[in-house]
């Protein structure tokens, strides 16, 4: 084998494969609503928070060429572990706008889901802690949400539920 071919086959692969390009382009609180039921009902005795996180996420293409729109939404409920009663609820629906090029139309659907919630959470982290501290509570501080496991998690709900209406 020559030089040449050598460098003809490396090249053509490398050029065969496009550049992916994502930009940020702007973030939002789209919906935000933070209810302190136990500054309504009152404090009595030391609450022990449980706290149950729910995640969900839409994405959509826009208007614009190659702009799509992702939007992750939490569904955020504190309960006292001794009586079961509820502390607080926090909706909150955060997205971006992200330009985006290069990724094949077969790869764009996980891309938007996977890549751009890991983008935004970072941000939708830090206003939950500060919502929840001005609220009343210790700020939450949201460990990180594998938003690859959703995905394959959300395919195989989908298929379970293909699979018993067949």
């Given amino acids: 084998m020559s030089e040449n071919d050598t460098e003809n086959g490396a090249g053509q692969k490398a050029t065969e494969q496009p550049q992916i390009r994502m ?31 729910q995640v969900n996420l839409d994405a959509k293409k826009r208007t614009t060429e190659h702009q799509y729109e992702v939007v992750i939404k939490l569904k955020i409920t504190s309960k006292n572990k001794e009586d079961g009663a509820e ?4 909706e909150i629906d955060y997205g971006g706008v992200f330009h985006i090029e290069g990724v094949p139309d077969d790869q764009m659907h996980p891309f938007l889901l ?6 935004l959470f970072p941000f939708l982290r830090r206003i939950v802690s500060d919502i929840t501290r001005d609220g009343g509570f ?17 395919l195989a709900r989908r298929a379970a539920e293909q699979g018993a209406v067949n």
């Fill in 23 to 53: 930009n940020v382009l702007a973030q939002f609180v789209r919906d935000l609503s933070f209810e302190n039921i136990l500054a309504q009902k009152g404090a009595s005795g030391n609450a022990q928070p449980d706290v149950q996180v």
């Fill in 87 to 90: 502390m607080f609820i926090l």
């Fill in 114 to 119: 996977i890549e751009c919630p890991r983008m």
């Fill in 138 to 154: 210790p700020p939450l501080n949201l460990e990180n949400i594998d938003f690859m496991a959703l995905y394959r998690n959300e």
